[in-house]
């Protein structure tokens, strides 16, 4: 047993990729960034909550397990962000992309003075520099640490916001999150700098002789002595740090002058166009930097597979996948050896293949805000609508006429699923495909289906009316409503793109619309859309049914008349209430 707990644990450490490192680190960074503002926004109510703060904030961070993640984190953070100078060999990525890394990298040489000033005269020789001493300090000593503090303030809040919007951007919940993210990122900073400007108001206002021997002594400010020390702490600091910076910056024109010394290899896209680039470079690092279009909606993070190429040829001589990027072909389903990231494989002979994805339908700018257009598996409730006998409708009448019912009662149909909650989505001829729960939970798309179905019988009995005169009987319409797991994403080519659901559900809910003529009815609904809903078991009748392209029967549930799912409905929510 213990050998399989080490092997476990092995396991795991070898499966912790630098992404998740430099995610984590940042995050321990972000939160103690947040507890800092928040201390920093009570300046605004006065200078005794800024001390009452500081003083639970200090008795966590400096809580010596607590104080060990920290400074591992910062230091980790730090060399991560080094290390993607270094490693990052193309940079014409979206802008952002660089801002964030040179705002990162800026940091340390904005807040080593704070820092070494407050923390380590601290831990060297004993200084009590809190608030008032540091509002002294800043505010009238040497006002243009103030600046200083106010830049590289506002320049951590926007790193630290770049990199939560790259961490989250993908996640399905965002785009709802992001107006409350975006107010809570505008609101903390400006309260913070709110705070600060308020407690050094109230230190000038304060400033006196007699205040000064009370705050600002040498056991709380330090000698000059001491103060010489730290300055000279700083500039070795800076000079190692902006030294580091130089020697990365070097290291990168080596590498790249001893890669082109290593030779150079020949990319091939499978439709005409050949790139010829040192080797070292990943696929579509060599695609950016030939100016060649190639899809990459994470930015190559692996964190997508819109990248994904196929390789053309023998693949046995490529280096084998990382983890990540096993991680990613492993979560979209392949086993397919010649299916690669272009942003992870790395060739070192010529290499011919083909994008899976055209960098016109998939782009980062584009989807970046609303990951469903670009693929997404969740919950949805599908809603196939027929009209029936609409070739017998078009005898004998003038083909504008036909269009003009058609487009009528597409029109009937697509109102009752808009006021319900669902959105049309694909007109099919005479038929229409809806969807629900794009924005809503399982019970809730449901109930929406069915009370769209209610509303398509009330919006077509009024069309009947309104055309009674031109009709020789009344329109009808054949219902399929199925839910279940699908992918919804942009479906197409170029120009032409459609946003749309594919899956199992989809196929199944137009199978129940085929199956309202031989079982003469309005609607079919697959029994599991009637229980989600909380429609009772006996309130309508059940069949078992054959689904083409399924093994076993299916249990459904036939509506003769779809207006009797009002009655259901409210009787549902009436008993909930």
């Not at 200090?58 to 104080?67: I, M």
């Amino acid at each position: 047993m213990p050998t399989l707990n080490r092997e476990q644990l092995v396991t795991f450490i070898r499966g912790i990729s630098l992404r998740q490192v430099r995610l984590v680190s940042g995050v321990i960074l972000l939160a103690y960034l947040v507890s800092h503002f928040l201390n920093h926004a009570l300046g605004n109510i006065s200078m005794k909550a800024l001390a009452i703060g500081v003083h639970f904030h200090v008795l966590f961070w400096q809580f010596l397990p607590v104080a060990i993640v920290f400074y591992t984190a910062c230091f980790v953070h730090t060399a991560l962000g080094i290390w993607a100078l270094y490693e990052r060999r193309q940079f014409r990525w979206k802008a952002i992309e660089p801002i964030q890394l040179v705002l990162g990298l800026s940091i340390p040489a904005m807040v080593v003075a704070h820092i070494v000033g407050v923390r380590l005269g601290q831990a060297l020789y004993g200084h009590e520099k809190l608030y008032p001493q540091v509002f002294f300090a800043y505010w009238i000593s040497t006002p243009y640490k103030a600046w200083m503090l106010t830049a590289v303030m506002i320049v951590s809040w926007v790193h630290a916001c770049i990199g939560l919007h790259f961490w989250l951007r993908m996640k399905p919940f965002y785009q709802k999150a992001a107006p409350y993210l975006l107010a809570a990122a505008i609101l903390v900073p400006t309260l913070a700098l709110l705070g600060l400007y308020q407690g050094g108001r109230n230190v000038m206002d304060s400033d006196s002789l007699e205040w000064r021997e009370e705050n600002v002594s040498p056991r709380t400010m330090g000698t000059r002595a001491q103060a010489q020390v730290l300055d000279r702490i700083t500039d070795y600091f800076l000079i190692g740090y902006l030294g580091l910076i130089g020697f990365v910056l070097l290291a990168r024109g080596a590498r790249a002058v001893h890669e082109r010394r290593g030779g150079m290899i020949n990319l091939s896209y499978g439709n005409g166009r050949t790139v010829r680039v040192p080797r070292g470079l990943t696929v579509l690092e060599a695609s950016l930097r030939n100016n060649v279009p190639h899809a990459s909606v994470c930015g190559g993070r692996a964190r997508c597979s819109t990248c994904r190429i196929r390789i053309i040829g023998d693949c046995s001589a490529l280096p084998e996948p990382s983890q990540r990027e096993a991680f990613v072909l492993g979560r979209v389903g392949t086993t397919d050896p010649s299916i690669r990231l272009a942003c992870q494989l790395r060739p070192a002979t010529d290499l011919s293949f083909f994008q899976l994805f055209l960098p016109h339908t998939t782009s980062a700018s584009a989807h970046a805000s609303n990951p469903a257009r670009i693929g997404q598996e969740r919950y949805l409730v599908s809603m196939f609508v027929d009209m029936r006998g609409s070739t017998k409708l078009a005898e004998k009448r003038l083909p504008f006429d036909t269009v003009f019912i058609v487009n009528r009662f597409l029109g009937a149909v697509s109102q009752a699923v808009i006021e319900s909650g669902g959105r049309p989505n694909q007109f099919i001829g005479d038929g229409m495909l809806a969807l629900f729960g794009l924005s809503s939970s399982r019970q809730e798309a449901c109930r929406q289906a069915l009370k769209a179905a209610t509303l398509i019988a009330a919006n077509v009995d009024e069309l009947n009316k309104f055309l009674a005169h031109d009709l020789r009987e009344p329109i009808r319409f054949g219902i399929g409503i199925h839910g279940g797991e699908v992918i919804v994403g942009d479906i197409g080519y170029r120009d032409h793109m459609v946003f749309t659901a594919l899956g199992d559900a989809v196929n199944v809910a137009a199978r129940l619309q085929d199956m309202t003529k031989g079982l003469a009815c309005e609607a079919v609904i697959s029994d599991e859309v009637r229980a989600t809903a909380g429609v009772a078991a006996d309130a309508l009748p059940q069949q078992q049914v054959e689904i083409r392209g399924r093994n076993e029967p299916m249990v459904v549930r036939t509506v003769a008349d779809t207006r009797t799912l009002a009655a259901l409905l409210g009787g549902e929510q009436s008993a909930a209430a």
